[in-house]
């Protein structure tokens, strides 16, 4: 199979006049960079989004109707500020505004960093907004895509010759399986759908996991609830003596009908749970011929996490959970590389067998399959950020600046131990390789 695609790919590049076409789904921080950069190599670019906004997670929305958690793809939520700086989170061809002065800034900055970045570089007229993409299948050599315009309700069916796949992975909430839940007679809600914390006054809460998303959403909620339980196996724990009405609790051992029962014995009622237990990855358009499989999370067979080997002509940009600008970019440089046919990928046995050896190590390491594409825990040779030097290497491509990887290193679990000051830290680039940290905003006369 691996064969004849490849023969009908290199026909269509000799034999063809025409552009090749390049189709990319979602118009967020990886899809912007794969339009951006799929236009700088002349590739014909088309674009699909079914928000009705480009940005991607940073569109704030909403949560409206009974299944509102079918029809949001955002969570995004009122007051939110970035929990990493954005030096990091910007693309490496396009600096966040000097006005500026704060690393750690509000959703709405990122938002309007990102709109200005599909304007600078023209690639607005080739995203369709509102366009949701319902099918994706292989058809004689390309790709035939589906695509419902969600307000006119009338369906297109395009043919491609490449495919990004940046649909995100933070759309289908994960429900963590605790015995009991069913008997539970409060209010049950994901992160995802979570908007302001006034909308919890006077509630006592319990929210589950001490994630990123957990650890502010509790910091958040418990400025207005009576009460905040953080259920969690962090250890060691997480800093929350500047949240007096805060208690942390081990995991759930089953719920009660007004409340649960702790690991440790204890119980406590509450009248709303809160979970905050990540996302499955769901690329519903998908059809079964793709090639593809997703367990626990993990896509495969994917090459560097990237190329689907099956049909190499599809790329996943952004799978992994910690992912930032310059990784969507650098994924993207990678695949354009061999879309381009500048570069030769290995035979589909070589691939497979790389991959293959790394779920193998990562399984002999005691990582879960559920973090399969979560490189920040992949250390091959005791080398860290081994991943992004691999990709630039195989591509013969620009790397990350190693700057990034340290201020990645600096601030990587500040969530969890200063919560209350990491944001106020202000970050500096004094080239590619260092950066100087400002203790206090005053340095750079800012107000945060």
Known sequence: MFKKFEFEFNLIKMNSCRKMR???????????????????????????DKGNAIGGQWVYTDPTGIKCEQNVHSSIYEELRTNVPKEMMAYPDFEYPSSLKQSFISATDVLKYHQSYAKHFQLESHIHLNHEVLRIRPSNGRWQVHVLNTVTKELDVQEFDFVFICNGRFVTPFYASIK????????????????????FKDDTVLIIG????????????????????????????PRTDFMPNVTQKPIVQHF????????????????????CTGFI?????????????????????????????????????????YIFSGLSDLQ???????????????????????????????????????????????????VNYDYYKDLAETADIAPIKPVIFKVMENTFNKYLYELDTFRETVYEFVDNENFIIHPNVDALKCKI
Request: hydrophobic content about 35%.
């Open 256 to 275: 009660t009908a007004s409340g649960a029962v702790f690991s440790d014995g204890s119980a406590h009622d509450f009248s709303v749970v809160i979970y």
């Open 22 to 48: 390049i189709c990319v789904v979602g118009a967020g921080t990886a899809g912007l960079a794969a339009v951006k950069h799929s236009l700088a190599q002349d590739f014909d670019v088309v674009c699909y």
């Open 332 to 382: 993207v440089r990678f695949a354009l590389e061999y879309f381009s046919g500048r570069k030769t990928l290995p035979s589909r046995e070589e691939m497979l067998t790389e991959i293959d050896a790394e779920l193998a190590q990562r399984k002999a390491n005691g990582e879960r399959k559920w973090l399969t594409h979560e490189i920040h825990n992949l250390k091959l040779n005791n």
């Open 281 to 321: 990855y769901s690329a519903p358009f998908l059809s079964a011929d793709c090639g593809l499989y997703v367990d626990e999370n993990a896509v495969y067979p994917l090459y560097k996490h990237c190329i689907n080997i099956n049909h190499p002509t599809m790329a996943f940009i952004g799978l992994q959970i």
């Open 210 to 237: 001490a994630g990123r998303s957990g650890m502010d959403l509790t910091n958040h909620i418990r400025k207005t609830a009576k009460h905040v339980y953080l259920s969690h196996h962090v250890t060691p724990p």
């Open 180 to 199: 009991d839940w069913e008997q539970y007679q409060g209010k049950r809600m994901h992160s995802h759908t979570y908007r302001k914390a006034e909308d």
